[in-house]
């Protein structure tokens, strides 16, 4: 399995995430699913799930709260545009 790394974030509207990756596929990454977990739930606050921002190898919030790289690119679907 390969591995590949996001290198620019948005957050979308319904805790959903667009993500391009180091190998140019666009992706979205749908968080609603974690946030019912402990770790996650944070990121129910919409203020908190919008500074979502890029680290070195993955995305991350405040709190250093992150999802591993893989589990973005590969539980994300293709983007539309």
Do not use: Q
Not at 2 to 23: A, G, I, Q, R
Not at 75 to 80: F, I, L
């Amino acid at each position: 399995m390969e591995s590949h790394y996001p290198v620019s974030v948005t957050p979308l509207e319904d805790y959903k995430l667009s993500l391009t990756f180091d190998n140019a596929e666009k992706k979205i990454f749908d968080v609603k699913p974690y946030l019912e977990d402990t770790y996650y739930a944070p990121l129910k606050n919409l203020t908190i799930f919008r500074s979502v921002k890029i680290n070195p190898i993955t995305v991350e919030w405040l709190n250093e709260i992150d999802i591993c790289p893989d589990e973005l690119y590969y539980n994300s679907v293709a983007s539309e545009g």
